[in-house]
C-alpha cells in the first residue's frame, strides 16, 4: 500500500514523504505556487503546492518545468483536480502529523472527475 505521510521536523518545517512497501522518499515538490515549500491544513499555496504534488504523484504524472502553462500537456490530469483535492483534503490535515492512501486521494480524484 502506498501512502503519503505529512509531519513537522524538530523546528516545524513542514516534510512530506511517500510510503510505499515500507520505503518512504521525499514527495517532489512542485513550486507553482509556493516557493517556501509544502503546508496544509488551511487554503493557501503551500496546501496548493501539496495537493499539485500528491495528484501528480497519484496520477503517475511527471513534471518538467514548474510552470503550470508549461506542464499543461505533461500533466493536464493533475492540473484540472488539484484545487478541489486541496478543498477537500489538503485544507483539514491537522498542523502535525497525517496520512493518506493512494487510494483515498484516486477515489476523490475520480469523484471531481466525475461531476
Same mark, same amino acid.
Given at each position: 500500500?502506498?501512502?503519503?505521510?505529512?509531519?513537522?521536523?524538530?523546528?516545524?518545517?513542514?516534510?512530506?514523504?511517500?510510503? !510505499?512497501?515500507?520505503?518512504?522518499?521525499?514527495?517532489?515538490?512542485?513550486?507553482?505556487?509556493?516557493?517556501?515549500?509544502?503546508?496544509?491544513?488551511?487554503?493557501?499555496?503551500?496546501?496548493?503546492?501539496?495537493?499539485?504534488?500528491?495528484?501528480?504523484?497519484?496520477?503517475?504524472?511527471?513534471? !518538467?518545468?514548474?510552470?503550470?502553462?508549461?506542464?499543461?500537456?505533461?500533466?493536464?490530469?493533475?492540473?484540472?483536480?488539484?484545487?478541489?483535492?486541496?478543498?477537500?483534503?489538503?485544507?483539514?490535515?491537522?498542523?502535525?502529523?497525517?496520512?493518506?492512501?493512494?487510494?483515498?486521494?484516486?477515489?476523490?480524484?475520480?469523484?471531481?472527475?466525475?461531476?
Amino acid at each position: 500500500m502506498k501512502y503519503y505521510l505529512g509531519q513537522r521536523d524538530e523546528n516545524g518545517i513542514p516534510k512530506v514523504s511517500v510510503v !510505499e512497501d515500507g520505503v518512504a522518499r521525499p514527495l517532489k515538490h512542485i513550486n507553482v505556487h509556493s516557493p517556501d515549500g509544502f503546508e496544509w491544513g488551511y487554503a493557501g499555496s503551500g496546501p496548493a503546492d501539496l495537493a499539485l504534488a500528491i495528484c501528480a504523484d497519484v496520477l503517475g504524472e511527471r513534471w !518538467e518545468t514548474t510552470s503550470i502553462t508549461e506542464s499543461l500537456v505533461i500533466a493536464a490530469r493533475s492540473v484540472t483536480v488539484y484545487e478541489k483535492v486541496k478543498e477537500k483534503i489538503v485544507v483539514g490535515f491537522p498542523h502535525a502529523l497525517w496520512s493518506v492512501t493512494e487510494e483515498q486521494v484516486k477515489a476523490i480524484i475520480l469523484e471531481i472527475e466525475a461531476k
